[in-house]
């Protein structure tokens, strides 16, 4: 019969001894062994064992830096957030929508949102240069709370449902458009993605995102795909991680109207809802066109949200003589994006 190799079994096939790594876990044994010459030496190596686990721990809450922001009066939460790296690299960080509980409390709901939200700012490490906001437009409170904490508008975006699903995929079958354009995003399209989504960014949302490739491979499940045409990226659709709660992906496309998505985008959208029937499309508003296409599409613009953030770069170059009442955009192109921009003489390389 083979032994467990954790556990010596008895003639009753229970464990009998256990085999541990020694913890601090263990002090209560410790104690037993009070006057024994071994006990330092036991301490000194529990305690040893027990930091090189906790260091594993810390330096992955580092990596993933996601964290909770709690209000609290008279011992009961009255308000929370969360907080989440929207890159890889983790300096820039989403700061969600303050949730505020139902309890009576002595301050308002203004001075709470401020709160919370200037808590968040407060505990990030050096490294962080950006913090992110989305808010509904109609919500004043969350606005001028981010304003008077120095968060700037960025851009508006649109979140798009799709109506009468089961006839679009009925119109879908019947229409005799290919859609062998629509392609998983793996490792060999990954760069020509990632280049792409950059250079449909401005340079203040490229400077902020700050996006590499293991950005998209982690944006990438079974719902995303690319439109490649002829070598060509035209058009791509992204799980957009900036919305935890929902499957709310980024449909990206050229800065202006490409003819060539006209025969195609319709139907690998309609493909697109069939598989997940409940996703959002997100869009930013000033892509007229692609939103007019949707719209005549039969989509549904469900809401809109205004992006606001703040940037450390941009915070101080604003801080400069006559900058004060400057544009972000005008104040980002007297700064080097970070990376190339493209297309460029030089677009991003495989790593």
Known sequence: MKQDLNHVLNSNNEPKVSFEELHIRHLNLLMDLRGDKLNNWFLKMAIINTFDDLKIFLNHLKKNKHKCIIAIEEKKIIGYLNIFPLNDKGNCLRISKPNLINIKSSISEKDLTLGLIKKSISITDIKTSSWVINSDIANNHLISSARELGFQPLEKVKLWSKNNIKKSIKQTIENSYSIDEFQEINKFNLINVLNFIRSNQSPL??????????????????????????????????????????????????????????PILKDI???????????????????????????????????????????TIVRNESKQRNKINQSLESILEKLNPQGNAYPSPFPLKSK
């Open 205 to 262: 949302t490229r400077e902020i995102l700050d996006l590499d490739q293991k950005d998209i491979s982690n944006r990438n499940d079974l719902n995303s795909g690319v439109i490649i045409y002829k070598n060509t990226v035209l058009c791509t659709i992204l799980n957009d991680i900036n919305f935890q709660d929902s499957k709310i992906y980024t449909l990206t496309i050229g800065r202006s109207w490409d003819h060539r998505l006209n």
């Open 269 to 311: 959208l309609n493909k697109f809802f069939e598989k997940s029937p409940y996703s959002i499309i997100k869009t930013y508003e000033e892509n007229s066109e692609l939103n007019s296409y949707l719209e005549n599409s039969g989509f549904t613009d469900k809401f809109q949200e205004i992006i606001l953030v703040r940037n």
